[in-house]
């Protein structure tokens, strides 16, 4: 098992807006191979920072399938407007990828 992370600082007062982006766009993932499972986790407010901290949350079969789904149309497809939207942004998202080393 692989899990594929992106933490994402969102603009305060764009959360709203940021989780309709997500929850409204096409990904396909459930026709990718290896694909297991998808999450968008919202964690704690940074008033200091004028943030919301953000994961979206990927379960691949292994990491060879993650990396075939980024080279692939349906990758292309799901972030085709991502650039659009960096005003509900504080910096890029960050990547985080784990292989599963144990599991309940």
Partial sequence: MYIAMNRFKVVTGTERDFETV????????????????????RGKASEEGGYTLYSSHTVWKSEDDFQNWTKSENFRAAHRNAGDRKAMYKGPPVFEGFNVVEGV
């Fill in 22 to 41: 997500w929850r409204d766009r096409d990904s396909s993932l459930a026709e990718v191979p290896g694909f297991v499972e998808f999450h968008l986790l």
